[in-house]
């Protein structure tokens, strides 16, 4: 789903990058409830050795300016990848992701024919370590650090660390008004500014 961005005249817009990334928002697993059981729409994930029980939130960030332009959600244990399609808007140049979108370069073309996949590659093998590899990850990860700016004014400024709801409606709509609001957060300073 998209939401509202911030359309000043001289002020913020979207580029042709967009930055895609997921985070695990916890649900409670405790079936100490009225019902007797865990939401059934919330699934469980594993991330490194550490089992997660909740909800995925995925979110595509423009590149240049850091602003949310387009959220979704899925259980916990959809991978980051199935929804790809819908955090594009079809005019990118460029895709930035982590590790979990390498290999995704037909999707990426699918959803932005234009679009260049700038995820991050794998530089370690059985009996050697790419440096050229290692060096550009290095680089497309400093570009790749603004999606992390909307998860910690998410978590943080707004306390939506843990589902508040049972079932993802509920939670989707609290989370397209977070990052409407963390858009507005986050270029506070700019905004007030162009309204002086």
């Not at 929804?83 to 005019?91: I, K, R, S, T």
């Not at 991050?120 to 290095?138: E, M, S, W």
Request: charged fraction near 25%.
């Amino acid at each position: 789903m998209r939401i509202p961005i911030l359309s000043v005249g001289k002020g913020i817009r979207i580029t042709t990058g967009t930055i895609v990334d997921a985070m695990i928002i916890h649900a409670p697993s405790s079936t100490k409830n009225q019902s007797g059981e865990r939401d059934p729409e919330m699934h469980q994930t594993r991330k490194g050795n550490q089992w997660y029980f909740g909800m995925k939130a995925h979110i595509g960030v423009d590149s240049r300016e850091g602003v949310v332009h387009s959220v979704c959600n899925s259980a916990g244990s959809v991978a980051d990848v199935h929804l790809l399609h819908d955090l594009l808007h079809g005019a990118e140049r460029k895709v930035w992701g982590d590790a979990g979108y390498q290999g995704q370069s037909e999707a990426f073309r699918e959803a932005a024919p234009h679009a260049q996949d700038m995820t991050c590659r794998r530089t370690k093998f059985k009996d050697y370590v790419d440096q050229v590899a290692r060096r550009k990850n290095t680089t497309k990860s400093r570009v790749r650090a603004k999606v992390e700016h909307p998860f910690r004014i998410l978590k943080r400024i707004f306390g939506f660390d843990k589902v508040r709801y049972r079932g993802l409606t509920k939670n989707h709509n609290r989370l397209c008004a977070c990052f409407a609001l963390g858009n507005l957060y986050l270029h506070r300073k700019r905004l007030v500014q162009l309204g002086a």
